[in-house]
């Protein structure tokens, strides 16, 4: 009985997210693939609106305190940008983002993981960033392919793989295909991998239906233990993103992994989860310490889902010395 309560439980949750999250005021491109470029783009309908973001992603991005430079590879579903850093003979590190965030997020991070390795920030093709989506949308099997692209153009055969959030979630989509090149394995609070996300999140779907600054603050205020540590150079970004972007995260796609997904990951895995999380509890501890064999799991004190900055000296330690 208990779980079946569940299970409809996270069905309800994942029917007002993805109508929320989907965008009720959504432009409907065609079906087609290779879309003219007349089209609106997927993610903003106006130059302006493309503009200002793209000038708050700067600003954001002036706060990394690491030499860097940015690119931008061609995939069969549209340009994909990348930050990249670090050594140029290190361990390839490719870090996906959270929903919304753009790899701009890793602000707090890109330091302590670019001293050892060569990192590769990816702007998700389908979510706000500076990647530009050419075709439809992408479901689970273009995941593994627009990856697989990018790890192509970039030459990288093995790869170390850091997600958080919906990122999380895609990480652990890449981990569990029978061929992979992704050597270990870091999920930071990952969304909908262990379990269906929680009520808590409401303010977020409210934010992202109504966006506001008054909306913006309870959303922050409910995903991080300290909101005071986001930067306003990033809190600004991630709202004009909400506001005029339509990254459609495609929520209902995003099913919680069975136990025999979760044991096809072999590589090492290391599992951050704060202990205020809203996406990740003590039953997603367990669920991952029951399937995931060799799996470290930590959690992280006074910490919510923007673990990231809530807790950034914690985390860069920890997945640190994971991948040393």
């Not at 708050?56 to 990249?84: M, N, Q, W």
């Not at 997600?163 to 890449?174: D, E, N, P, V």
């Not at 990740?280 to 992280?300: L, T, Y």
Request: proline letters at 6%.
């Amino acid at each position: 009985m208990r779980n079946k309560s569940s299970l409809i439980k996270g069905l309800i949750v994942a029917v007002i997210v993805s109508f929320t999250l989907s965008g009720c005021s959504s432009i409907i491109l065609p079906h087609q693939k290779n879309r003219p470029d007349f089209l609106p783009e997927y993610l903003f309908k106006s130059k302006k609106q493309k503009a200002k973001y793209y000038k708050a992603y700067d600003r954001t991005l002036s706060l990394f305190d690491v030499k860097y430079e940015e690119i931008d590879v061609p995939t069969r579903f549209g340009p994909t940008h990348i930050i990249v850093s670090g050594p140029k003979n290190g361990q390839p590190l490719v870090l996906l983002h959270g929903m919304d965030a753009s790899s701009t997020m890793w602000y707090p991070n890109i330091k302590a993981l670019s001293k050892t390795h060569r990192v590769y920030a990816v702007d998700y093709i389908m979510d706000a960033g500076k990647s530009v989506l050419k075709t439809d949308p992408l479901n689970n099997q273009d995941i593994v392919l627009f990856y697989n692209d990018v790890f192509d153009q970039l030459k990288l055969n093995s790869v170390d793989l850091i997600g958080t959030s919906r990122g999380g979630w895609i990480a652990a989509h890449l981990a569990i295909q029978p061929e992979n090149r992704i050597r270990r394995l870091v999920l930071l609070s990952p969304a909908q991998v262990f379990g269906w996300v929680d009520f808590k999140i409401f303010p977020a779907m409210w934010f992202k239906m109504f966006p506001s600054r008054k909306s913006l603050a309870k959303t922050m205020a409910a995903f991080a233990n300290h909101p005071e540590k986001i930067h306003p150079y990033f809190r600004e970004q991630f709202y004009i993103a909400s506001k005029y972007g339509d990254s459609r995260p495609q929520v209902t796609k995003m099913i919680p992994f069975s136990d025999d997904d979760l044991k096809k990951l072999k590589m090492p895995v290391l599992f951050l989860s704060g202990d205020n999380d809203c996406m990740n509890g003590d039953k997603s501890c367990e669920k991952a310490k029951e399937n995931i064999a060799g799996v470290s799991i930590i959690r992280v004190p006074d910490t919510g889902h923007f673990m990231n900055t809530d807790q950034p000296e914690i985390v860069n330690k920890e997945v640190v010395k994971f991948l040393n």
